[in-house]
């Protein structure tokens, strides 16, 4: 588990975000993370897709299964998600990623802290964080709430991709 040096707010982590945000685009692109790469040889893109796409594989969802994306950034791996027919709501505290991601069919995203996400109980399939729970300041309750919004069943469901 990764713990901040030093707490940062929500607040404070919403500006580090947008204060960088055109520096994070031009060096990640769609994705604000990290890539996945298997045999070292894969470009920057075929890595930060392939790490959303290991975070889809452990999920195992289906389509019409309802995930919830905490830490979407720009929103991409929701809408890679969302064509292989998952519907997807994400959560950002970037209003400059928010305002810069695409409207897409079966993709809801939120510029809200995912600790006071205000989604209904036992209404996702499955959760997912790819390099974002590093920026919660309560981790209990970023795990509690990422329960808390799962169907009952949907635990194996919970996972953290990490790089």
């Not at 588990?1 to 520096?23: C, T």
Request: with cysteine; glycine share 8%.
């Amino acid at each position: 588990m990764i713990y901040p040096r030093h707490d940062r707010g929500h607040a404070e982590v919403a500006d580090h975000y947008d204060e960088l945000d055109s520096i994070y685009r031009r060096l990640w692109g769609e994705h604000v993370h990290h890539g996945f790469w298997r045999t070292g040889n894969e470009t920057l893109r075929e890595a930060v897709n392939a790490l959303s796409d290991l975070a889809g594989e452990r999920l195992s969802f289906v389509p019409q299964d309802r995930l919830v994306d905490i830490g979407c950034g720009y929103g991409a791996t929701a809408r890679r998600f969302a064509d292989r027919g998952a519907i997807v709501t994400g959560f950002t505290l970037s209003r400059a990623q928010w305002g810069a991601a695409e409207p897409y069919p079966e993709v809801t995203l939120h510029c809200r802290d995912w600790l006071a996400n205000g989604l209904p109980t036992a209404a996702f399939e499955g959760a997912y964080a790819i390099e974002s729970s590093e920026h919660m300041l309560d981790k209990p309750l970023f795990f509690s709430e990422a329960r808390r919004v799962l169907r009952p069943g949907a635990l194996r469901h919970l996972r953290l991709a990490r790089r």
